[in-house]
């Protein structure tokens, strides 16, 4: 991906192409709104860029922690009525999903 | 007129059960109290009386007189509740019935407890007023023209109201300790892996953690113990014992705090860093440090120069974590579902669900969080927020070496008009300056009211070293036990009590 501008930036075009990609179908006025506001948090937090992190190591986790690990027992899971009750649309006894291919596929 | 249940800390509630009174007479109590005045308040997403008085019923039929047994409490929405419906106050979840229940609401179910209901947020716990809930505005019952703080809004209202003895809230930058200092409530952020996430509906997954807001610092430490320790099913959560924590809130109340070695933040509202800060909060925070003094402590000023820049890191980790752990809410399993009409394919209706499902906080941190991740800004952005993350670390372990304590303002002004920061992401995310460095260092902190200002509660931060959570609840029982003296009564007995009258009109 190419389409974003230098740092510290978020053009109205960028801001779209972002929302495309973590799928929301932003409407025109949010497209203006979020512009504006987004650049204004954008360079507050750019300021993460002046501290001095030479040889610095990223924090992922307060806790350091690696391997949990939990004996290999079969457990009992929620029932498959019970899930497909929450699911927006369920037939045969599954999820019912949209179709995930375009017409022109 | 009986004794009004709803004015009573939790300890003396226990104390009523234990002289006759019955689980479901306090439940009542309060369920009198929500339907009179939740009206204005709007601290409840959900109420649902008579599964309240169900289940008080079977704790009185169980003669059960032990512990929290028969207590009424509140649970943030965020909190999955088996067959109890819960939003995280976003429309993408509205008409969900989780088949489960979280570990915190497990554990409250266990040790007895009457759930009265599920309290208002900010959507996704994204918010500092609880004015991103896609559902209602809640409001300060010290004044219903202002922020009841958030993202933990409606446990704060309804607990400093009255509508519950105590409430569950979530904190990933301040959600617990904001809303309680503004609302002149305890609230404690415990330890990051200290109590389990399991079935907490994640914003950012590396700094969430539950707590308790309560009226006191003793009922704090009550409901922390209950919620708390270690759960196989959060890979996250600490396998060590907890602290001791009602013990130490007892022993702080004694006042003595001779030997503890305080230091007092110069980066949050210290000199040349009040810029925000109102004078109000200054001077309540300054009488709060001298009466620790009074008390024993040694006090002394610490320099943490890399909390300047906790604001920055933080909404770039944690809106970064968020666009992750939204994902889910695509449209398939559970929720919302929009478009599916036939014409369209899945990206289609997922992006369709996800606009209308969404608010516009949660979208604009999804769309920060998608560009603080990708491809050539990762390092610029993230990466250095998580080296930030690290220098704040440094700085708490190195203050930590001469002192036994860290303190603050919790917030740099008293809670602010409804709608004043709406339009302005930066001025509401200033709400959290003071409570961002403990979040990305994962450690505990205590917020305990400190006066008034301009008629409104000030809150006072404590922060301790990872699993030192007792020491928060020992030095906040201290300060709340001479002021209380001082004062001749509880912190919250200056909160008039509305009539259901008053609030009716």
């Known amino acids: 991906m190419s389409t974003l501008s230098e740092k510290g930036h978020l053009t109205r075009d960028e801001v779209a192409h972002l929302a495309r990609l973590a799928r929301l179908a932003v409407t025109d006025e949010e497209l203006d709104l979020f512009a504006g506001q987004l650049a204004a948090v954008l360079d507050a937090v750019a300021q993460v860029g002046k501290a001095p992190v030479e040889d610095v190591a990223p924090t992922t986790h307060a806790v350091p922690m690696t391997n949990v690990f939990r004996p290999d027992v079969v457990r009992p899971s929620l029932p498959r009525d019970v899930v497909l009750a929450g699911a927006p649309a369920a037939e045969d006894d599954r999820i019912r999903v949209p179709r995930i291919l375009g017409e022109e596929a | 007129m009986s004794a009004d249940f709803t004015a009573m800390t939790v300890t003396e509630l226990q104390s009523a059960l234990a002289d006759g ?84 609401a497990a554990r409250l179910k266990t040790a007895g407890t009457v759930l009265l209901g599920k309290t208002n947020m ?252 990708s491809s050539g800004y990762y390092e610029a952005y993230y990466g250095q927020a998580q080296k930030v993350r690290t220098l704040i670390s440094r700085d708490f372990s190195a203050a930590y070496a001469d002192v036994d304590v860290l303190v603050s303002p919790t917030t740099p002004t008293v809670a602010f008009p409804l709608g004043a920061r709406v339009d302005d992401p930066i001025a509401m995310y200033a709400a959290d300056l003071c409570t961002l460095p403990a979040s990305l260092a994962g450690l505990p902190a205590i917020s305990v009211p400190c006066g008034l200002s301009e008629g409104l509660p000030v809150g006072f931060q404590i922060m301790a070293p990872a699993l030192a959570d007792d020491r928060c609840y020992r030095v906040a029982a201290a300060l709340e036990a001479a002021q209380d003296a001082a004062r001749g009564s509880r912190f919250l007995d200056q909160l008039p009590v509305r009539s259901a009258g008053e609030s009716a009109a």
């Open chain 2, 122 to 373: 900010d959507e996704f716990a994204m918010g500092s007023s609880t004015e991103n809930s896609a559902y209602q505005v809640t409001r300060n019952p010290w004044d219903t023209d202002r922020i009841p703080g958030g993202s933990s809004g409606g446990s704060s209202a309804a607990v400093a109201g009255g509508l519950a003895p105590w409430a569950i809230g979530t904190d990933t930058g301040g959600s617990i300790r904001q809303p309680a200092a503004v609302t002149g409530l305890v609230g404690h952020k415990p330890t990051y892996g200290s109590v389990s996430r399991y079935g907490l509906i994640a914003f950012s997954s590396s700094l969430d953690q539950a707590g308790p807001m309560a009226r006191t610092v003793l009922d704090a430490a009550l409901l922390h113990e209950v919620i708390g320790g270690h759960d196989p099913l959060d890979s996250t959560s600490i396998d060590a014992p907890l602290p001791v924590l009602a013990e130490a809130a007892r022993r702080g109340a004694d006042g003595d705090l001779s030997g503890l070695k305080v230091g007092v933040v110069r980066e949050l509202g210290g000199e040349g860093h009040t810029d925000g800060y109102e004078d109000g909060v200054l001077a309540r925070v300054a009488e709060a440090v001298a009466l620790l003094e009074s008390l024993g402590a040694e006090v002394r000023e610490v320099s943490c120069p890399a909390f300047d820049l906790a604001l920055a890191a933080y909404y770039l980790i944690a809106p970064s974590e968020a666009s992750s752990n939204l994902a889910r809410f695509d449209g398939v399993r559970y929720g919302l579902r929009v478009g599916d009409d036939g014409s369209r394919d899945l990206d289609e209706v997922m992006a369709l669900t996800r606009e209308q499902g969404f608010g516009p906080e949660v979208k604009r941190r999804i769309i920060l969080g998608t560009y603080a991740l």
């Open chain 2, 21 to 104: 009174a019955t689980a479901t007479e306090l439940t009542e109590a309060y369920l009198d109290r929500i339907a009179a005045d939740d009206q204005t308040l709007g601290s409840y997403l959900h109420v649902d009386p008579e599964a309240a008085l169900a289940r008080a019923g079977e704790i009185d039929a169980a003669g059960e007189k032990t512990g929290l047994a028969g207590i009424p409490v509140a649970l943030k929405d965020v909190v999955v509740t088996e067959g109890v419906p819960t939003t995280s106050g976003s429309k993408i979840l509205e008409g969900w019935t989780p088949p489960y229940d979280a570990t915190v």
